[in-house]
C-alpha cells in the first residue's frame, strides 16, 4: 500500500497568519496521463470530510482562494495564507493513484 | 441540492451482520465512483470499499476482503454496504462518498460492534 506521511499532525496558528501542511507519499503519484493523484480534505470538528484540493492544486468549488495545493511526484503541500477561525479542523491528504487509496494520519490546525 | 444519506448504523455484537444504505440526490448517480470510508472513533479516514460507476468493478481494503461486499442500484440511485463476521475493529462511523468532476461525502452512519 502506498504510505502518506503528513507532517505536522498538530499546527497551532495565530488568526491572519500562513499555514503549511506536508505531505509525503512511499511512491510517485503520478499516474500514467501526466495527472498528479493526490487530494487534500478538510473536516472540520462534528463534521463529515470535504475535498479542497483534488489533483494537487485544483481547488473544489466553493473553496476560498487562500488554500492552495502544490508539489510533485511524492512531496506535497496544503498552504493556507490567512487562516481563519472557520478553517480549524483536521487536514488529510489522500492519494488515489492504485487501491487502496489511502490517507494520511492528519494534521490538526487549531487557533493559538 | 446534493444529498448523500445514510442509514443502517447499529450496535451489533461480534460476528453479527448489518446492511448501510446511501440515498443519494442532487448529481447524476450513475456517472460517479461510490465508496464506503469509515473513521474508528478519534482516529484518521480509511477506505473501505469502492464501486464503478456501472458495478462492473469493486474494491476492497484487505481487512474487509470476503466479509463484505458493495452494490450499487443505479435505478434507486443507491449504494449499499453488506457487512457480515463483524469485528470491534470494524466501530466506527461509515462515509458514503462520491467520486467524478465533483467529491460527495453523506453525514456518516455509526456502526458499533460490542457485546
Known amino acids: 500500500d502506498v504510505v502518506m506521511t503528513q507532517s505536522p499532525l498538530s499546527l497551532p496558528v495565530t488568526l491572519g497568519q500562513p499555514a503549511s501542511i506536508s505531505c509525503r507519499s512511499s511512491q510517485s503519484l503520478v499516474y500514467s496521463d501526466g495527472n498528479t493523484c493526490l487530494d487534500w480534505f478538510q473536516q472540520r470538528p462534528g463534521q463529515s470530510p470535504r475535498r479542497l484540493i483534488y489533483?494537487?492544486?485544483n481547488r473544489d468549488s466553493g473553496v476560498p482562494d487562500r488554500f492552495s495545493g502544490s508539489g510533485s511526484g511524492t512531496d506535497f503541500t496544503l498552504k493556507i495564507s490567512r487562516v481563519e477561525a472557520e478553517d480549524v479542523g483536521v487536514y488529510y491528504c489522500?492519494?488515489?493513484?492504485?487501491?487502496?487509496?489511502?490517507f494520511g494520519q492528519g494534521t490538526k490546525l487549531e487557533i493559538k | 441540492e446534493v444529498q448523500l444519506v445514510e442509514s443502517g448504523g447499529d450496535l451489533v455484537q461480534p460476528g453479527g451482520s448489518l446492511r448501510l444504505f446511501c440515498a443519494a440526490s442532487g448529481f447524476t448517480f450513475s456517472s460517479y465512483w461510490m465508496s464506503w470510508v469509515r473513521q474508528a472513533p478519534g482516529k484518521g479516514l480509511e477506505w473501505v470499499a469502492h464501486?464503478?460507476?456501472?458495478?462492473?468493478?469493486?474494491y476492497y481494503i484487505d481487512s474487509v476482503k470476503g466479509r463484505f461486499t458493495i452494490s450499487r442500484d443505479n435505478a434507486k440511485n443507491s449504494v449499499y454496504l453488506q457487512m457480515h463476521s463483524l469485528r470491534a475493529e470494524d466501530t466506527a462511523v461509515y462515509y458514503c462518498a462520491g467520486w467524478g468532476l465533483r467529491s460527495y461525502w453523506g453525514q456518516g452512519t455509526l456502526v458499533t460492534v460490542s457485546s
Open positions: 489533483k494537487v492544486f
Open positions: 464501486i464503478k460507476e456501472d458495478g462492473s468493478e469493486k
Open positions: 489522500m492519494q488515489d493513484i492504485q487501491w487502496p487509496h489511502t
